[in-house]
């Protein structure tokens, strides 16, 4: 009877929907990754060349704008595009490395829980617990401060020490499914070592739902790094980091708004990106991942 | 005067599919009309769509929906919403499920008065205490201030039969009401509804699929399949003389003592109700019975086949007996 | 039931002495304190007077239980920086930090309750899909980029509010605003997620059938059940935005316990921020046990199992 009450044509519907969101998320990242990659041969000038005399020049398409720089210059007078550009490099490495060091924190933390129980998943429940109750931007920050300033590593190395819960969540409920299905039980009947087990049975299994997580976290981290950069305590000057650019050019704001806009309108489009394409994921393989 | 409830050609879907192709059949007052037939048949949508309670997407039509004599096919929600829980009430197959976890039995039984009929909570509360005494709860006091997963299953369909009967109903739809009892509170509730349909004189419509209920209960059967009444008539004539293929397999699949002599094998009906697709048309049943032939596929007669007996076949005097 | 909170307590004070350990490390494992406290043109001897007047020449063990005893007592030893007690420092500042936490939740509340439930409501139609547009715009939108976009905009442009400090209620408006961004998306989709399952229930058919008017069935009979964990997850939710509200307070110069951090991150001033880090995750420990109980309160069977 349930088969009965869904109304046909509202799945189809959801599905096209689904199909638009994960088409623009993989849109976004796609193009993003791209000019990451080819960075060089993509920016028009040196990111990182200066030139006093041709400061806070504006998009061309704005008054006093100029067709040599189409995104206007900053406030040191470097090229605006060439450096968001460059940036996208900044975000999506962090973003890349952090989900990599916190997802095989994670990972392995929530599959041995998972897996073995007892003892060993009290404990790593605990670490959960603990790793939940701090405060990350704080606990980030501070580290970054105290070790005498931030650098690239610092900020993937602490944000991926500290990411790592909700990869250890998903990897311990759905380790905890599998090990109850009756094919990984007959391969552990079947004297497979544990080790076996785990990774011809479990791993894969539970991969395309880690793919989820990664996604969302991804998103999270690359936010995170802008917010620390933006602080002063994330990418050091003078890399090109999208939340670098939007502090420096804090001062400009109010007179020259696009200064802002542009850093800022790059990382919200990209966050949005890797989001759409976690929900797509999400949706397509029907779990519910929402803690 | 006319019935209490009528309905003529009701038909409902979803989407494309059909899940009642155009039935038709009354309650009057004081009577029990039972609707039978195996899950999937439309005999919950049936109940539901005279409710106006169908899952969004449903979409019914009908020749003829009145209750008391007042077409309630155009009524709107807030009209229909008057008058459910007033004068026409239902009572589920899950009693498990079907009350709110989160509040009291005390407060889902007096907010059907205070709905409409105003009624200051304490005289709400003295009708609930009376109705709960009625249906036979000891302790009706104590039960109001419990939540429903404190109570048992048989405890939890009491109540919704006390809380259906808060406004003095005309007519009770009951869908599957003891499905999901113990056969011991089964009996109970089937003779609860009986006294009080005496008592009160309500009009009953009993959803199920068994037939020793209806033996048990009905004044008037109507048997149901693939969407579509296939015979109705009075419970003695339908069970003496079934006319029907469908319900003469259906009966034979019932062990009656007297009739069938131990160890004689129990009818069986071979294969599953089908799905019905957009645009069939004939005897939904042809493809399960065994005395189908080509005719079965055109447009079928519904025939008097004896007193108040109607019979929805190709075959003239029915199966022969 | 009893037994379910003593559990939880336990828990709760296990992971708060974790916590307290963690936050000890924080600070002694990123680096020699001396040297940071001393400063870059301090000399080797200064160095050494320094080492010895915080006792940092103890063993590390010895230093650990003296500031664990003294944390317990709520002792959090002195600001290098402002040079008065930090406990002090951080009561002073943390009105701000909690007016802005709940202006911020109750924002929160208001957009995503209504919002999520219309969304149920309206499941499957482009009502629904743009409030999950929102949710995903909210999740994208990094919170200082949003400030200073306010600022410009409410502040400059329309004149409306000031653009930063703190004084009057004004100033914690764009602060909250921005602060409710973090927590919106989440509890939106939960109150979605919640009210779907709810309507799809037995027991509203049953409130149907009763002839309830439409508010009654969706908001006491539907609502009530789906709130059970978007209420729980709030209190959790203002502990996450409590511990983030250092970046909203630093961009809008709202002098509370983030702002008092990052000004100590940037001196130097570790038992400062080492209380912050203490006290923003012993809140947060707290607002996980009292969401635990809010469940208990909100849903009967809990209550009596």
Redesign the interface.
């Known amino acids: 009877m349930s088969t009965l009450l869904q109304p046909a044509g509202a799945s189809d519907r959801r599905r096209i929907w689904l199909n638009a969101g994960a088409i623009l998320g993989a849109g976004i990242v796609g193009f993003i990754t791209f000019v990451a990659i080819f960075a060089p041969l993509l920016a028009p000038y040196d990111p990182f060349a200066f030139d006093l005399g041709r400061r806070v020049i504006p998009p061309f398409w704005m008054e006093g704008g100029s067709p040599l720089n189409i995104l206007g210059t900053d406030q040191l007078g470097r090229d605006y595009l060439s450096r968001l550009i460059y940036g996208a490099r900044v975000s999506m490495i962090i973003g890349v490395a952090t989900i990599i060091t916190s997802g095989i924190i994670g990972t392995f933390l929530g599959v041995m829980g998972g897996f073995y129980g007892g003892k060993i998943d009290d404990a790593v429940v605990f670490a959960i617990t603990a790793r939940l109750s701090i405060p990350v931007v704080l606990v980030a920050l501070a580290v970054a401060g105290f070790s005498g300033g931030a650098s690239f590593t610092m900020v993937i190395l602490v944000l991926g020490l500290l990411l790592w819960d909700r990869f250890a969540v998903v990897a311990r409920s759905t380790t905890m499914q599998i090990r109850n299905l009756d094919y990984v039980a007959a391969a552990r009947c079947a004297g497979c070592s544990p080790m076996t087990v785990l990774l011809k049975e479990v791993l894969p299994n539970i991969a395309t739902h880690l793919a989820v997580v990664a996604t969302l976290e991804m998103a999270l981290a690359i936010l995170l790094e802008a917010a620390l950069s933006f602080l002063g305590l994330g990418v050091p000057p003078p890399a090109p980091s999208w939340g670098l650019m939007i502090s420096e050019a804090k001062e400009y704001m109010f007179f020259s708004p696009w200064i802002i806009m542009i850093p800022g309108i790059a990382l919200f489009v990209l966050v949005l990106g890797v989001n759409l394409l976690g929900d797509a994921l999400r949706d397509m393989l029907g779990t519910d991942l929402s803690r | 005067m006319s019935a209490l409830l009528e309905i003529d050609d009701l038909r409902v879907t979803f989407g494309g599919t059909a899940a009642v192709r155009g039935i038709s059949l009354t309650v009057e007052k004081g009577e029990t009309h039972c609707l039978v037939g195996e899950s999937g048949c439309g005999k919950s949508v049936t109940s539901l769509a005279v409710m106006g309670l169908l899952a969004k997407g449903g979409k019914r039509e009908a020749a003829r929906l009145s209750f008391a004599g007042e077409d309630i096919r155009e009524y709107d929600e807030k009209r229909m919403s008057r008058l459910r829980g007033d004068r026409m009430a239902m009572i589920f197959q899950e009693p498990m499920t079907s009350l709110n976890p989160a509040y009291t039995v005390g407060s889902q039984m007096t907010e059907v008065l205070r709905r409409h009929r105003g009624t200051p909570r304490a005289q709400a509360v003295d009708r609930a205490v009376e109705l709960l005494t009625r249906v036979g709860i000891t302790a009706p006091g104590l039960r109001l201030g419990q939540f429903p997963h404190q109570l048992s299953g048989g405890l939890r369909q009491r109540v919704m039969i006390a809380m259906a009967l808060m406004c003095d109903p005309e007519l009770l739809i009951a869908d599957e009401p003891t499905t999901a009892l113990d056969v011991t509170v089964q009996a109970q509730i089937l003779r609860l509804l009986a006294e009080l349909q005496k008592d009160l004189g309500l009009g009953i419509l009993l959803i199920t699929h068994d037939l020793g209920i209806v033996a048990r209960v009905a004044d008037r059967v109507s048997v149901m399949y693939a969407g579509e009444v296939v015979e109705s008539a009075p419970t003695a004539e339908l069970f003496r003389a079934p006319r029907h293929p469908y319900t003469r397999g259906l009966l034979s699949c019932v062990p009656v003592p007297g009739k069938v002599k131990r160890g004689d094998p129990l009818g069986s009906i071979p294969g599953v109700v089908p799905r019905i697709p957009p645009g069939f048309s004939g005897c939904g049943f042809r493809d399960r019975c065994s005395f189908a032939e080509a005719a079965c596929a055109g447009p079928l007669p519904r025939r008097d086949v004896g007193p108040a007996h109607e019979a929805l076949c190709i075959l003239p005097e029915g199966v022969p007996a | 039931m009893l037994h379910f909170l003593r559990r939880r307590v336990t ?1 709760a004070i ?3 002495l ?2 307290l350990t ?1 936050s000890f490390l ?2 002694r494992l ?2 020699d304190l001396a040297i ?1 406290i001393a400063g870059p043109n301090a000399t080797q001897e200064d160095i050494e007077l320094i080492r010895r007047a915080y006792g940092l020449d103890r063993p590390l063990w010895v230093q650990y239980f003296d500031w664990l005893w003294r944390a317990l007592q709520g002792d959090f030893g002195d600001s290098y920086f402002f040079k008065t007690r930090v406990a002090r420092l951080i009561l002073e500042r943390m009105p701000i930090t909690m007016t802005l936490g709940l202006c911020g939740l109750a924002i929160a509340l208001c957009v995503a309750l209504p919002l999520g439930i219309l969304a149920a409501v309206k499941e ?1 139609t482009w009502v629904d ?1 743009s409030v999950l547009m929102v949710a ?2 909210g ?7 949003l400030g ?2 306010l ?2 905009v409410l502040g ?1 442009n329309l004149g409306w509010l000031p653009i930063s400090g703190t004084g009057s209620w004004e100033h914690y408006v764009m602060p909250s605003i921005v602060l409710s961004f973090s927590a919106i998306p ?1 509890l939106m ?2 109150t979605r ?1 919640g009210m779907i399952e709810a309507l799809a ?3 509203i ?10 508010l ?1 069935i969706l908001v006491k ?1 539907g609502f ?2 789906a709130a ?1 964990p978007v209420v729980a997850i709030a209190a959790v939710q203002l ?1 996450f935005m ?3 509200s ?2 909203i307070e ?1 961009v809008f110069a709202l002098h509370g316990v ?1 702002y008092l ?2 000004e100590s ?2 001196k ?1 001033d ?1 038992p400062v ?1 080492q209380a ?2 203490l006290v ?2 012993l809140i ?2 707290g607002l ?1 046990l009292l969401s635990d109980l809010l469940n208990a309160v ?4 809990l209550r ?1 199992a």
């Not at chain 3, 909100?298 to 069977?301: G, I």
């Open positions: 828990v296990l992971v708060a974790t916590v963690l924080l600070t990123s680096g940071s499957n899909r995903l715009i999740q994208a939108m990094p919170s200082f980029w200073l976009t600022m410009i400059l989440a989709r939960l997620s229930s037995d027991y058919r049953t409130a149907r059938a009763k002839g309830l008017s439409r009654s009979h009530r059940n059970i502990g409590l511990g983030g250092i970046v630093t983030g951090a990052w991150i940037s130097n570790f921020v912050v880090v923003l995750a947060y420990i996980t909100l849903d009967p069977r009596s």
